[in-house]
């Protein structure tokens, strides 16, 4: 299979790893010989990608050998990727993070590794100040230019707040999970199974999502007490799970 990383961005990566890794990242890799098409693909995209710094280790649990470590990460269904620095983040991926999520995982590890992300002070507030578990779905799609904004947005919430499990999953590798979620037009972001945004937003309207979503309150818009209104986002691809 041709190399997935070009070579004009695997040097462009070892110099920002480089430069920018604090402590080592272990990506856990979840993937199953049969019934997964594109496990083989992301496994050559994470060798790939560990093999840009010292820092970067993967660690490869093959299903149904490794159910129990399956289980244990919250893994349901593969390819799943989820990162590990000082402690387990609640950062994970369902499909290959390639195209448009590229960018996402490479800043997401460079997160892991220093332990703590950056953002406005107002979304920082929102997010250390979830108290109760929020688990956070964005669903996205390989053409989607606005779905590594969400992405990013929540995997810091989980970077930073140890409550916060935040997903990426890739509609068309999980097309039965995402007609179950409804999924037209992604970026769709579910949290705690019940709030529901689509569109990319702004990190802290997305940290007063979570914050709302984890206290089991309505958020932007979704009835007359809803604590927060805001625009609907015009950022939005559409997505077609039929064809």
């Not at 590794?113 to 002070?121: F, I, K, N, R, V």
């Not at 990190?203 to 309150?217: M, N």
């Amino acid at each position: 299979m041709p190399q997935l990383i070009s070579d004009k961005d695997r040097e462009y990566l070892k110099r920002v790893f480089s430069e920018r890794l604090r402590k080592q990242v272990t990506i856990l890799f979840f993937t199953r010989e049969q019934d997964c098409p594109l496990c083989k693909e992301t496994r050559q995209f994470l060798d790939e990608l560990v093999a840009l710094s010292d820092l970067l280790k993967l660690e490869v649990h093959e299903l149904p050998a490794d159910d129990a470590v399956a289980r244990q990460h919250g893994i349901d269904k593969v390819p799943a990727i989820k990162l590990r620095g000082e402690r387990d983040f609640g950062v994970r991926y369902f499909g290959i993070p390639m195209g448009y999520e590229f960018v996402a995982i490479v800043e997401d590890v460079i997160d892991v590794s220093w332990g703590t992300a950056d953002m406005p002070a107002k979304a920082m507030e929102l997010v250390l100040a979830i108290d109760k578990p929020v688990h956070i779905q964005v669903f996205v799609s390989p053409t989607c230019p606005y779905c590594p904004q969400a992405v990013r947005a929540v995997h810091k919430f989980a970077v930073l707040n140890e409550l916060v499990t935040a997903d990426m999953v890739e509609v068309t590798e999980f097309p039965e999970v995402a007609k179950r979620y409804e999924v037209q037009g992604v970026p769709r972001i579910v949290a705690n199974e019940t709030s529901v945004m689509v569109g990319a937003y702004p990190d802290t309207a997305l940290a007063q999502f979570a914050y709302f979503a984890s206290e089991g309150k309505p958020v932007f818009g979704q009835g007359k007490d809803s604590p927060a209104v805001i625009a609907p986002s015009t950022q939005v691809t559409p997505v077609n799970l039929d064809k």
